[in-house]
């Protein structure tokens, strides 16, 4: 069984926000896989299926970013999961807008929902990066991150979240290198 974990703020006003990027990805994987119904559970949102052989559970957590920690915490006790069946789906500044990259453990680079889950469960976790790219300069972050997506931008962040749900089938077989590739080839397509 895997946890993968979408962050993002609750509420309509966020929906569109660059920060909410993680919602936004497990809900087309939900979709795109089928998954069941949405329960509330953990202090978020929880959705049970299968992608290939693996049971994955989705969870996105209401508590707001700064907190995500602890309804992922929750999930983990009570589902008894290490932190390598974790996988959260996040936006990164230092990712040019639309790239994916996936990295086992590392820091949290400021990030408050990366933050708040290494207080919780530990920093060993699987991430997926996804790219929002970097305002220029560092008082202009916090605006950029909470700002929606441009109607410009629209189409790529679809085609983005459409290939990582495609080729989720590589993530949840642990296979990051094939995972990666494939969602930069449908990319160019």
């Known amino acids: 069984m895997q946890l993968w974990v979408g962050l993002g703020n609750p509420g309509p006003q966020y929906a569109m926000n660059r920060h909410n990027v993680g919602f936004m990805a497990v809900d087309v994987i939900a979709d795109m896989h089928g998954f069941g119904p949405v329960q509330k559970k953990f202090s978020g949102w929880l959705q049970e299926g299968r992608i290939g052989n693996e049971k ?98 629209q189409d790529e962040l679809a085609d983005m979240l459409g290939a990582v749900a495609a080729e989720a089938d590589w993530l949840a077989a642990g296979d990051d290198a094939r995972f990666m590739n494939d969602v930069a080839l449908r990319q160019q397509g």
Not at 57 to 86: C, D, I
Not at 116 to 125: L, R, V
């Open 56 to 153: 994955i559970l989705l969870l996105k957590p209401a508590t707001f970013m700064n907190e995500s920690g602890r309804s992922v915490g929750e999930a983990m006790r009570f589902y008894k999961l290490a932190p390598e069946q974790l996988t959260v789906w996040h936006d990164e500044l230092d990712l040019a807008p639309f790239k994916v990259k996936v990295k086992q453990g590392g820091g949290h680079a400021g990030h408050n929902g990366l933050r708040s889950i290494d207080q919780h469960c530990g920093a060993e976790f699987r991430r997926v990066r996804l790219g929002i790219g970097h305002p220029g300069h560092k008082d202009r972050v916090h605006g950029y991150v909470l700002g929606n997506y441009a109607k410009a931008e």
